[in-house]
């Protein structure tokens, strides 16, 4: 049965970023862009990486410009703007597709798992990705990272 560890990602800085690294940890996808309405969430998925790094949670960002063109920049503009303006320092993959026949293959399969309900409609939507590999939860955009649900779904997620 496929799992989202069979999937890899391209890291930010180009090297192979395998979601097999992340087996027994939970870990936090997230679509993000660097020009959207959003983009403050970024603060809050460091708060929570910072939070719960150590207690083994993996908050990992996506960056995509398939909605509204709002990532335009490269790599080193993506990894320059994250890291000065919200001291990002969890995982960043390259920029990729979410949506449609060419997403990445990863956010294809939740929508083959789930169902098309289940794809990002917008910048900096949420899932939740349990220890073994499967969906646990999925978030809209307009849910904040600190939010109260999410924040459940994590702690429930997590050892002790």
């Known amino acids: 049965m496929t799992t989202a560890h069979d999937f890899t990602f391209r890291a930010l800085d180009d090297g192979a970023l395998p979601l097999s690294s992340f087996a027994g940890k939970p870990v936090l996808l997230v679509n993000t862009a660097s020009e959207c309405g959003y983009t403050p969430q ?3 998925l460091q ?3 910072v939070r719960y790094r150590d207690r083994g949670l993996v908050v990992l960002g996506v960056p995509s410009n398939d909605f509204g063109e709002q990532e ?3 790599e080193a503009a993506i990894a320059a703007f994250c890291t000065t303006t ?3 320092d969890f995982p960043l993959t390259a920029k990729e597709r979410v949506i ?3 997403a990445h293959p990863l956010y294809r399969w939740i929508v083959e798992s789930v169902g098309e309900s289940a794809a990002p409609e917008w910048n900096f939507h949420k899932y939740l990705i349990d220890a073994d590999g499967e969906l646990a939860e999925l978030w809209p955009s307009k849910v904040e990272p600190d939010d109260p649900a ?3 779904a994590i702690d429930a997620e997590l050892p002790g």
Do not use: R, S, T
Request: glycine residues 22%; hydrophobic residues 45%.
């Open 86 to 88: 919200y001291q990002v």
């Open 47 to 49: 708060a929570l990486w």
């Open 100 to 102: 449609g026949g060419d």
């Open 72 to 74: 335009p920049g490269d």
């Open 42 to 44: 970024y603060a809050g």
């Open 150 to 152: 999410l924040i459940a």
